[in-house]
């Protein structure tokens, strides 16, 4: 399909010169070995004042080494929420162990921590948590249950990177952190992904997995059944280029999300995710609202109507404990209802949020939405 000429991406990030120079440098140069991914590692560690950083391939690779390097028993069970990214059932199936749901708060669209314990069984060995859109759960309860029986928190900063927590920047939390770069990401290689970790012992057999293993005397005699989840030096060399200009990069996100809020936080109807006070310098990955009953049309006829115009949006998650292909096969799926997660499916979705939107266009996009919201139901 031809895209209109006034057409408002998603969420197209857009590269600049520093990037498109350390690529084409990368290029020039007479070996790909991995020194960009190194630098770039070293780099993040800095940034997220972690130890070991270690760069891969995408955001899902990270999330399943991130569940490997623990070696859980088979068909232990790890708990995470409903409204997630499919990735993170991909990640614990994939690792033969069973994923177990748990409902959001509608208003922050986070983990409900009061439900987490009653999930609990001696099969749970962790919590596999998103800070989703940016926001923060509620990590103080998560933290206290995740002590009192004994589990891992492998965190999936995926939609958070630069937010901070208690004065601390996301991928601290846990015992693991997990980061993607893909293309409509804060931060951005086009693909790409990252575990972070203060662990020496996490980090050795992360790194070790996600190389293939390879032998230290005899580099085909492979030590473990690895994976290939590197990243290219090309990867690596788009990556560094957005470091160097990372305040600019967050400052423009949080520009995006306070020009939405401000045009659409009085709104009939429109609910914007609340932000509790635990988040600090946040940053909305993409602006994401939900309707409530009483706006006059419903989501998927509005998202309609912005389509029409040129407006591209993508719909919310579908709940990982509704997606069709695993209730068949796993009976237990059944189980779960997740009734905010099912409520945010259907209702919510994310406006158009790359680096590259003017706040003409957010205005613009804001007034077809509040035009519709003053007619009655
Ligand atoms: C984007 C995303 C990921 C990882 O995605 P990749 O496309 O594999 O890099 C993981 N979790 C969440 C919540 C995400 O939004």
Request: hydrophobic fraction near 35%; charge should be positive; include cysteine.
């Amino acid at each position: 399909m031809a895209l209109k000429k006034k057409f408002i991406s998603y969420g197209k990030n857009v590269y600049g010169k520093e990037e498109i120079n350390a690529v084409i440098k990368t290029l020039k140069r007479t070996t790909q070995m991995s020194s960009n991914v190194n630098l770039f590692e070293r780099k993040l560690c800095k940034f997220f004042s972690k130890k070991y950083s270690l760069m891969v391939n995408s955001g899902t690779s990270a999330l399943i080494l991130a569940i490997k390097i623990f070696d859980f028993p088979k068909n232990s069970e790890i708990i995470t929420p409903g409204l997630n990214f499919g990735t993170a059932v991909s990640s614990i199936i994939l690792n033969d162990l069973q994923p177990v749901f748990v409902d959001i708060e509608r208003d922050t669209l986070q983990i409900n921590p009061d439900i987490i314990e009653k999930r609990i069984s001696k099969k749970t060995r962790a919590l596999l948590i998103p800070n989703l859109i940016g926001n923060i759960p509620d990590w103080i309860k998560i933290k206290k249950i995740a002590k009192k029986y004994k589990l891992k928190i492998i965190e999936d900063c995926a939609e958070s990177h630069g937010v901070e927590y208690k004065g601390k920047k996301v991928g601290s939390i846990g015992d693991v952190g997990v980061f993607s770069f893909f293309s409509n990401k804060t931060i951005t290689c086009g693909e790409g992904g990252m575990i972070v970790t203060n662990s020496f012992k996490l980090a050795k057999k992360a790194r070790l997995l996600k190389n293939l293993a390879y032998g230290i005397k005899n580099r085909f005699m492979h030590s473990d059944i690895g994976f290939n989840y590197r990243m290219s030096n090309i990867s690596a060399a788009l990556g560094l280029g957005q470091l160097k200009n990372i305040s600019s990069k967050l400052k423009e996100k949080k520009r995006i999300y306070s020009r939405y809020k401000k045009n659409l936080k009085n709104i009939k109807g429109i609910k914007i995710p609340k932000i509790k006070d635990r988040t600090s310098n946040f940053i909305m990955w993409l602006f994401n609202i939900y309707l409530e009953k009483n706006f006059p049309i419903s989501r998927n006829e509005l998202v309609k109507i912005l389509e029409k115009k040129g407006i591209e949006t993508r719909n919310a998650f579908v709940p990982i404990n509704k997606q069709k292909v695993l209730i068949k096969k796993y009976k237990t799926y059944k189980r779960y209802n997740c009734i905010n997660s099912n409520y945010i499916m259907n209702n919510g979705f994310y406006l158009p949020s790359g680096n590259n939107i003017t706040n003409q266009q957010i205005d613009k996009i804001c007034k077809i939405i509040s035009t519709i919201a003053l007619k009655s139901k």
